[in-house]
């Protein structure tokens, strides 16, 4: 396996992965990420082999607001983990990368102490993914990560909306980054991401900001009540932090540890990682089904010109989908 070029087998994959590679393991992900489909045959023999070993993480999500600090956040948190005696793997959903150049390569060189820490593991999403492609990655980087012996995987959305609630959906907890503004920030937060949210971290609380952190912290807080909480066990908190001064972060992982230790009790847990493996399952035959539809040689024949008079309203999009579905076969 010294040649950066040698092809290996599945079960080297596996071994190496196992034994802690972390080159292997970097390789195991490239060849999750890729398209190929010959690589996707070896990924999923690698991914077979592991299972047995996966599914023993911590899994928390981590979004919010640009400016919000995530990147000096989960180095702030990771290196207090790592420091703890956790392995700490960082993993990114961005599908906006292939539009923006992806800002994530930038994060990986803020997070100046993980990236040099023997005991965290960081890795940026693939570029010029869907989302669908990009969640399945992250998805089963996940499980490459966990049976490498992490025990706690940071999954970070970088993009905004859809991508917040697709992690959300493959995590035990998420937790969004909020700062402190001048009374208009809660026009910043969707109610939907309140209704996603296991906790609330109002960030950079230091300094001349801890008062309107405080004050912030507290709308939210007031906020969070006319949503119904996603758990009978759990009220998500509204926390202030500093990554800056290393302010609030233990008490922080201790409020996720609780809901771990109390979701894990009442079996919502166990309930929600199985109802995360069906739908991941379902989400996948959906990406298969509009990468298949898409290349179909009779659907590209008729796309452009459906598309060009849908919108003309020369037809109704209902029609046009009839067209796509006869060429498609169906």
């Known amino acids: ?36 489909p010959e690589h996707q045959d070896t990924a999923q023999q690698v991914l077979s082999k592991l299972l047995p070993k996966t599914g023993n993480s911590l899994r928390v999500g981590v979004s919010g607001l640009p400016g919000a600090g995530k990147s000096t956040f989960i180095d702030a948190l990771g290196t207090m983990l790592t ?33 040099v820490d023997d005991n965290a593991f960081i890795r940026p999403s693939p570029t010029g993914g869907t989302l669908g492609g990009v969640a399945r990655a992250t998805r089963e980087a996940m499980l490459v990560c966990e049976a490498a012996g992490f025990d706690i995987i940071l999954v970070e ?21 909020m700062i402190a503004g001048g009374g208009d920030e809660l026009q910043g937060i969707k109610k939907g991401v309140l209704e996603i949210a296991d906790m609330i971290a109002v960030t950079k609380a230091d300094g001349d900001n801890q008062t309107r952190a405080k004050l912030t912290a507290a709308d939210y807080q007031h906020a969070l009540r006319i949503v119904q909480p996603a758990s009978p066990t759990w009220t998500p908190p509204v926390m202030t932090v500093s990554a800056l001064m290393n302010q ?6 201790e409020k996720i540890t609780l809901h771990q230790k109390l979701t894990t009790a ?24 509009m990468t298949s539809l898409r290349a179909a040689p009779k659907v590209k024949a008729i796309a452009a010109g459906l598309e060009k ?21 169906i």
């Open 157 to 177: 959305t970088v993009g905004v909306g859809q991508s917040e609630i697709t992690v959300a959906g493959m995590v035990d907890f998420f937790l969004v980054l």
């Open 266 to 289: 009442s079996g919502e847990r166990a309930a929600k990682r199985k109802g995360q493996q069906v739908r991941w399952m379902w989400a996948m035959v959906e990406d298969r089904l």
């Open 248 to 253: 609030g972060l233990l008490e922080l992982w």
């Open 83 to 115: 420091g703890a005696g956790h392995k700490v793997a960082v993993l990114a959903v961005d599908p906006t990368s292939s539009r923006t150049g992806g800002s994530i390569l930038g994060d990986k060189t803020r997070m100046t102490r993980l990236s």
């Open 1 to 36: 396996m010294s040649g950066s070029r040698q092809k290996i087998s599945a079960g080297d994959y596996a071994k190496g992965v196992l034994a802690g590679d972390r080159a292997v393991l970097a390789r195991a992900i490239t060849l999750i990420e890729s398209k190929k």
């Open 309 to 329: 008079d849908v919108g003309a309203g020369k037809i109704t999009p209902a029609l046009a989908v009839e067209k796509i579905l006869k060429a498609f076969g």
